[in-house]
C-alpha cells in the first residue's frame, strides 16, 4: 500500500496567489520529509526538505509544513509563478534506511 | 494503492561486477518504467524509460551498454549495471506509470542504494 499520498492529482492557481500542495503519509517512522519539482522528461528536482523535529521550514517563496500527530505535510509556494507549473512529488524516509517513498505527483499549473 | 517494490533495497559489490536491480509494479501493469540516480542535493536523473517489449530509450549522457535495461514484462522492469567501477556507486530509484499521457501519476519504487568498492 502507498505509504506516503498525494490525493490531489492536479491543481490550479492564478499567478500571484498562493498554492498549497498536501501530502499524507502513513508510516509514524518517517523522520525526513522532501518536496521535488518534476518537468516532462526529466528527473525529479529537489526543492525543500524538512526534518521530523521541526514543524516549518521556509526557503524563499515555498514554505514545508509538518504535522506529525496528523501525518501530513504541505508545500506552500506564494506568490505563485507560472514557471512553478509542474509536477510535485513528496517523498519521505527513514534516517539510516537506503529506502525513499515517493507520493505519486500532483499537476500544479499557474495561470498568468 | 499501486505499489512498486525494488530488490535489492542495498547491494555491496567489488569494482568489475554487475549488479542487477529489480523493478516490480506488485498491483497493476505498467507499461512504462523510469530508472533515475540519485545525485548530490537528492535531485533525481532520468537514465532512461523502459517500454514493455521494447529497446528503453536513454538520455543523453547515459551509456546503453553499461546500464542495460529489460523491461520483459508489463510487471517487471531490470537494470543491470555491468562491470561495476565505485562512480557507479549511487542510489539507483525506479518508477513506473501509465501509458496515458494525461496523467502525470507515477509510482516510485523505495530505490537501491548501490556500493561499489
Known amino acids: 500500500d502507498q505509504q506516503v499520498k498525494q490525493n490531489s492529482p492536479s491543481l490550479s492557481v492564478q499567478e500571484g496567489r498562493i498554492s498549497i500542495l498536501n501530502c499524507d503519509y502513513t508510516?509514524?517512522?518517517?523522520?525526513?520529509f522532501l518536496w521535488y519539482k518534476k518537468y516532462p522528461a526529466e528527473g525529479p528536482t529537489f526543492l525543500i526538505s524538512?526534518?521530523?523535529?521541526?514543524d516549518k521550514n521556509e526557503d524563499g517563496r515555498f514554505t514545508v509544513f509538518l504535522n506529525k500527530s496528523a501525518k501530513h505535510l504541505s508545500l506552500h509556494i506564494v506568490p505563485s509563478q507560472p514557471g512553478d507549473s509542474a509536477v510535485y512529488f513528496c517523498?519521505?524516509?527513514?534516517?539510516?534506511?537506503?529506502?525513499?517513498?515517493f507520493g505519486t505527483g500532483t499537476r500544479l499549473t499557474v495561470i498568468p | 494503492g499501486a505499489v512498486v517494490s525494488q530488490h535489492p533495497s542495498w547491494v555491496i559489490c567489488k569494482s568489475g561486477t554487475s549488479v542487477k536491480i529489480e523493478c516490480r509494479s506488485l498491483?497493476?501493469?505498467?507499461?512504462?518504467m523510469f530508472w533515475y540516480r540519485q545525485f548530490p542535493k537528492q535531485s533525481l536523473m532520468l537514465m532512461a524509460t523502459?517500454?514493455?517489449?521494447?529497446?528503453?530509450?536513454?538520455e543523453q549522457g547515459v551509456e546503453k551498454d553499461k546500464f542495460l535495461i529489460n523491461h520483459a514484462s508489463l510487471t517487471l522492469s531490470t537494470l543491470t549495471v555491468t562491470s561495476a567501477h565505485p562512480e557507479d556507486s549511487s542510489f539507483y530509484i525506479c518508477?513506473?506509470?501509465?501509458?496515458?499521457?494525461?496523467?502525470?501519476?507515477?509510482?516510485f519504487g523505495p530505490g537501491t542504494r548501490l556500493t561499489v568498492l
Open positions: 508510516n509514524s517512522m518517517f523522520d525526513y
Open positions: 524538512i526534518s521530523s523535529i521541526k
Open positions: 517523498a519521505a524516509s527513514i534516517a539510516g534506511a537506503n529506502n525513499l517513498f
Open positions: 518508477s513506473a506509470g501509465h501509458r496515458d499521457p494525461a496523467t502525470d501519476t507515477q509510482y
Open positions: 498491483d497493476f501493469q505498467a507499461t512504462t
Open positions: 523502459s517500454n514493455e517489449g521494447s529497446k528503453a530509450t536513454y
